[in-house]
């Protein structure tokens, strides 16, 4: 999502829960690219072997689960084949499959918060299916991180990790019942949105008037929608070219430009929704995101200025 990308730095000085949650259980994969740009870019050391790619990971905030579903083909990057053993090696091993789900049970748990309130789900039927969702994640994990040995009858990984989303919309849906397997979907669709919001919530939690139930309700409404137009408007701008994944943030000029405008449109609406009080908090909330994507963005251009003169 184009929005999640831009404000992943914009954010980061306005809320931590706000930097949680887009970047929605950054999930284990997304941890690896991100340390595989950082080994490529390392002088060669011949002949000493490289440690266990996960082992130096930094900590990474928790991100959201929707994230699992990254585009299976590129998953794992090809071009470093010891990596990908190297992951999955780890993958092999129970313990580390054990951390690693535990680790997004939590995760889950907490991007998930208020559905159970929403689907009116007793304590158990909750617990179970943020265990079931963990338990998904890692064997989706397990089988992007594991191919091409993971592959079965010649299908692509695409048509895999498609099948395996199917049976896992079915145990859902075992667990959960129809109409609630569509509200969890519905749900997870709006977890940018819902992280939004939360933000703009706790930021009117310290100001005199607090953001009430239904007024998070209404504004989760009118995120959504900008965000879902920030998205196309910058498909449309780009050619349809590939956002880039969570994790890197699209800083470039258009991007800024269209995240910038959509926040407008949700200031403007959030002006029927607010008092002027509560919407005075808001502004400003969005002021600062302003700038500090704009800053960003200069700070990009000036960066690959100096290296494009200093190669």
């Known amino acids: 999502m184009l929005k999640s990308a831009v404000l992943c730095v914009a954010l980061a000085g306005t809320t931590a829960s706000s930097v949680w949650l887009w970047h929605q259980w950054r999930t284990e994969l997304e941890a690896n690219r991100q340390l595989l740009a950082r080994i490529e870019s390392r002088p060669p050391r011949p002949k000493t072997p490289a440690p266990p790619p996960v082992a130096t990971l930094p900590a990474l905030p928790p991100a959201s689960p929707a994230n699992v579903n990254l585009p299976a083909e590129t998953a794992i990057p090809d071009s470093r084949r010891d990596f990908r053993e190297g992951l999955r090696r780890l993958l092999a091993n129970p313990e580390y499959r054990k951390s690693l789900r535990d680790r997004q049970r939590l995760e889950i748990e907490y991007a998930y918060r208020d559905l159970p309130r929403l689907l009116h789900l007793s304590a158990d039927q909750a617990n179970r299916l943020f265990d079931l969702m963990a338990e998904q994640g890692v064997a989706l994990m397990q089988l992007q991180a594991g191919w091409p040995a993971t592959q079965v009858n010649g299908k692509s990984l695409t048509t895999m990790t498609a099948e395996l989303r199917k049976q896992n919309d079915a145990e859902r849906g075992e667990l959960l019942g129809e109409s609630n397997l569509q ?104 002021r600062r995101q302003r700038m500090q994507m704009e800053t960003q963005r200069d700070l990009d251009r000036l960066r690959g200025e100096a290296l494009s003169r200093n190669p």
Not at 198 to 219: C, G, I, N, V
């Open 183 to 286: 509200e969890l979907k519905e749900f997870t669709a709006s977890l940018e949105s819902r992280n939004e919001v939360d933000a703009l919530r706790a930021e009117l939690a310290r100001s005199a008037e607090p953001m009430r139930e239904d007024q998070f309700d209404s504004l989760l409404a009118v995120v959504y929608a900008e965000n879902q137009r920030a998205d196309q408007e910058l498909k449309a701008r780009t050619g349809n070219e590939p956002i880039l994944p969570p994790g890197l943030t699209p800083s470039g000029p258009a991007s800024v430009e269209v995240a910038i405008a959509a926040n407008q449109r949700i200031v403007d609406s959030a002006a029927m929704l607010l008092t002027p009080s509560q919407l005075s908090t808001v502004k400003d909330f969005y």
